[in-house]
């Protein structure tokens, strides 16, 4: 299969013979390039509906892109910012979902738990940060809340798969990774890939709301919120038994080592 890859800057990859330079912000991903059969969005999802047109006259059948399941947690959150970005993004899904049906593009919404794996992550990185820095991690409730960590790799297999499935023609999936971990369990996996022993402070909520606005002073953590610790106590943990079945998803477990299901 024929890959073209579109990117705000230019890489080189053994995976994709043309690479093309293109901000979809302004930039049609499609102008001047031959016909597609598919088209997999790893960016905002803002961004699909836009050029939904110009993909069906450039043939493209099915669409494969990725929101959050952010937009089952957050709707509530403390943060107006992130309140303001979940809107958004639900937005977008509905307006994805509306836009495929007008114009008879099947579509695949893939909905990943907390992201790492690809070294710009806010997850791992951020907690990376805060161990480099300060060599400690702050906890609030003892970050009893679960959590399922999933690889980048494992959701680029799983947007393949999805695009080859006649079963995820105009579906949702939520994809969690293949491990559980409270929010304190994850934290001490980083502190042992860091290299150092763990070692926490327990604060109460209202400590780590004005912690939020130190750290926030430095430009590594300006993307932190308060929200981000009230959710250390709640469970974010959803079921992927329908990709299983659908993707064959088996993502590994929290590790940085190669995925022991494939």
Same mark, same amino acid.
């Not at 800057?9 to 016909?35: C, G, K």
């Not at 992130?82 to 919404?109: F, H, K, P």
């Not at 710009?120 to 399922?148: A, E, H, T, W, Y």
């Given at each position: 299969?024929?890959?073209?890859?579109?990117?705000?800057?230019?890489?080189?990859?053994?995976?994709?013979?043309?690479?093309?330079?293109?901000?979809?912000?302004?930039?049609?991903?499609?102008?001047?390039?031959?016909?597609?059969?598919?088209?997999?969005? &790893? =960016?905002?999802?803002?961004? *699909?509906?836009?050029?939904?047109?110009?993909?069906?006259?450039? #043939?493209?059948?099915?669409? /494969?892109?990725?929101?959050?399941?952010?937009?089952?947690?957050k709707q509530d959150s403390?943060?107006?910012?992130?309140?303001?970005?979940?809107?958004?993004?639900?937005?977008?899904?509905?307006?994805?979902?509306?836009?495929?049906?007008?114009?008879?593009i099947d579509w695949t919404?893939?909905?990943?738990?907390?992201?790492?794996? &690809? =070294?710009?992550?806010?997850? *791992?990185?951020?907690?990376?940060?805060?161990?480099?820095?300060? #060599?400690?991690?702050?906890? /609030?409730?003892?970050?009893?809340?679960?959590?399922?960590?999933?690889?980048?790799?494992?959701?680029?297999?799983?947007?393949?798969?999805?695009?080859?499935?006649?079963?995820?023609?105009?579906?949702?999936?939520?994809?969690?990774?293949?491990?559980?971990?409270?929010?304190?369990?994850?934290?001490?996996?980083?502190?042992?890939?860091?290299?150092?022993?763990?070692?926490?402070?327990?604060?109460?909520?209202?400590?780590?709301?004005?912690?939020?606005?130190?750290?926030?002073?430095?430009?590594?953590?300006?993307?932190?919120?308060?929200?981000?610790?009230?959710?250390?106590?709640?469970?974010?943990?959803?079921?992927?038994?329908?990709?299983?079945?659908?993707?064959?998803?088996?993502?590994?477990?929290?590790?940085?080592?190669?995925?022991?299901?494939?």
């Amino acid at each position: 299969m024929d890959v073209v890859a579109v990117s705000r800057n230019a890489y080189s990859s053994e995976h994709s013979e043309v690479w093309v330079v293109r901000d979809l912000q302004t930039d049609d991903p499609f102008m001047d390039q031959e016909s597609f059969d598919y088209w997999i969005h &790893a =960016g905002f999802l803002s961004l *699909v509906p836009r050029w939904l047109e110009s993909a069906k006259k450039a #043939g493209v059948k099915r669409v /494969v892109t990725f929101s959050s399941t952010s937009v089952f947690t957050k709707q509530d959150s403390s943060s107006p910012y992130e309140r303001t970005i979940i809107r958004s993004l639900i937005e977008a899904e509905e307006e994805l979902s509306r836009q495929c049906e007008v114009l008879g593009i099947d579509w695949t919404l893939l909905r990943p738990t907390m992201i790492y794996g &690809a =070294g710009r992550d806010k997850n *791992v990185s951020f907690v990376q940060s805060m161990i480099r820095r300060f #060599g400690l991690f702050p906890l /609030v409730g003892g970050g009893k809340g679960k959590r399922m960590p999933v690889h980048a790799d494992d959701l680029a297999q799983a947007a393949v798969a999805a695009m080859q499935s006649d079963a995820a023609v105009n579906r949702s999936y939520n994809l969690g990774g293949g491990e559980t971990l409270t929010y304190r369990e994850f934290v001490e996996r980083i502190f042992t890939l860091e290299n150092r022993n763990p070692r926490f402070i327990n604060i109460p909520l209202v400590v780590a709301r004005l912690l939020v606005h130190l750290v926030r002073l430095l430009p590594a953590f300006r993307h932190v919120t308060p929200a981000m610790f009230e959710r250390m106590s709640i469970d974010l943990v959803f079921d992927y038994s329908d990709a299983a079945r659908d993707l064959d998803y088996c993502p590994r477990p929290f590790t940085f080592e190669s995925n022991a299901c494939v």
